[in-house]
């Protein structure tokens, strides 16, 4: 399993890389439709919907400069992430692409098309692939980073076009002592040494289906976290030709 770890492990390092060394000022002062409050709410519950359903379907992408890496993800888990019904975890950088599927009782990876291997999915791998290849797993940082001081020091600068831009306010902004840790104060310490700091969520209808977090120093860095569906059944897939991977 040292390649499913791996995997894991990269999309996390890529996102704490992008929050160190990144900060801002308010916005304009204005009256949009939608209230911090309501964003706040919002946000933090996709983020739950996402956590704690038993299927979803997300991409997210993290950019540097002209550095990105991406995180295409569809999982079905069965019993409350007990059992792995089909999962898909495909990471894009500038190596090339991992990934990792898991579908009809098998669990085939590929590394950078050097290796691919497929293997029977055990139950105690099938519990490991789950906790690691979760909707927190990949989004940790960004989670971290949009928590109720986060939004106790934004604005809502506009409502348009079903999208709500939030700036941060840098100077104000805190870390609450209850929800301090290290990973958290990576983060502060990215934010209090940027120019600027923007949070975007897309609406369709009620529903968000997009969060961006762009971050400006030296350079223009964004986390791009797309919801493509959540606990409506079961997500189809599709999957590669697994004829070339072996055990």
């Known amino acids: 399993m040292k390649l ?7 999309c996390v390092l890529a996102l704490s890389l992008l929050l160190v060394g990144c900060g801002g000022g308010p916005g304009p002062v204005v009256e949009p439709e939608k209230k911090i409050e309501d964003v706040k709410a919002e946000v933090l519950a996709v983020f739950d919907a996402y956590g704690n ?16 890496s991406t995180v295409d993800m569809t999982y079905n888990y069965d019993g409350g992430k007990i059992g792995i019904i089909s999962l898909k975890s495909v990471l894009t950088n500038k190596n090339g692409s991992m990934s990792v599927y898991v579908e009809d009782g098998k669990v085939y990876t590929n590394r950078y098309n050097q290796s691919k291997t497929v293997a029977k999915l055990e139950d105690s791998q ?10 927190y797993q990949f989004n940790e940082y960004l989670i971290l980073m949009l928590n109720n001081s986060f939004f106790a020091n934004a604005t809502v600068d506009s409502f348009e076009n079903n999208v709500a831009k939030v700036s941060l306010n840098i100077g104000t902004y805190n870390i609450d002592a209850e929800q301090e840790s ?3 104060t990576t983060i502060f310490d990215g934010i209090k040494e940027s120019s600027s700091v923007v949070l975007e969520v897309t609406y369709s209808e009620t529903t968000v289906t997009g969060i961006k977090v762009t971050i400006e120093k030296d350079v223009v860095s ?4 797309q919801l493509l569906g959540t606990g409506a059944g079961e997500i189809a897939i599709e999957y590669p ?7």
């Open 126 to 135: 099938a519990e490991q692939i789950a906790n690691e290849y979760s909707f």
């Open 182 to 184: 290290e990973a958290l």
């Open 53 to 68: 359903n038993d299927n979803g379907s997300f991409k997210l992408a993290v950019k540097k400069g002209t550095e990105e």
């Open 4 to 10: 499913l770890k791996t995997f894991a492990i990269v």
């Open 222 to 225: 964004t986390i791009d976290l």
């Open 241 to 247: 030709d697994f004829s070339d991977y072996t055990k």
